[in-house]
């Protein structure tokens, strides 16, 4: 009877609103539900930098349940909420999201949240594939593999297992793949320059934003982090952040204001704000 009814609401679906629930399932099935009973979250903090390491264990969170990720703070909308679900497919800078989704990853160690958003935009991408030792027979972008074209010097897999990435540290990682790579300080940007970057971005389907932030600034549990940016509403004016920490976060809508916000938290190894590198294709 439910694989029935489900089937007659997908068929009263147009094609945008039936690819987002299939996401949608998708997304939800990769994590456990949260338990009935939420955590109390601290409210985002105010628009200024503010020094953290480059990458806080997320085995440091606080009241974290066994069986399941963090509950989603109040000020943020789960993509599978039916408010998330709208705001996709309403939003009109939302081209990102379908390439990367059909990549999304999980990043493998606690500390490989730059490496699984990397080789996620680096599939989504379309462009030439190294060969796999995960899979010879089909060439693959992945996680295992990563770090075999970058000079050591710049970033290694046995370190950057234990620190994770800085965003000068990734942007110059990026440069040994076959794509073009801008960085940008949030220090260096305003709020509008900001979010007309992400606008500007995730309305194509041929280059992404990989955002480097600090949790606590959208008001989640935890430290530095990297995950990318699928889409822009600008009824909301939030963007949808696909975590690749889905163990521990679902993929949320987030206030433009609180990302630049937490873009702008400074990063102690570098001692610099953190902030977006936007990857896409080379030009022809």
Known sequence: MFRYSLMRAVGRLSQPEWIVAV????????????????QAVVPPAVIRPAV?????????????PADGPLAVPPNLVALTQPAGEKRLTSATSNQSYWPLSQYFE?????????VAT????????????????????????????FFHGIDPQVANAAKVSQEGMTLDQLSSALKAFPVEVRKYHAADLSLGQ???????????????VLL???????????????????AYDSASDSALLLDVARYKYPAVWVPVAQLYAAALAVDSVSGISRGIVIIGKRPG
Do not use: K
């Open 23 to 38: 996401m949608a399932a998708a997304l939800a099935a990769c994590a456990p539900v949260p338990p009935a009973s939420s």
């Open 52 to 64: 953290q390491p480059a990458f806080q264990p997320d085995t440091e969170a606080s009241g974290r």
């Open 106 to 114: 999980t990043q493998r160690n606690q500390a490989y949240c730059s």
């Open 118 to 145: 990397s080789v996620m935009a680096l599939n989504a991408l379309g462009i030439r594939r190294p060969q796999s030792t995960l899979y010879p027979d089909f060439p693959f972008f992945s996680q295992e593999d």
């Open 194 to 208: 900001f979010r007309d970057l992400v606008r500007a971005t995730t309305s194509h389907s041929d280059r992404f």
């Open 212 to 230: 480097n932030f600090r949790r606590v600034e959208i008001g989640e549990t935890g430290g530095g982090h990297w995950s990318p940016l699928a």
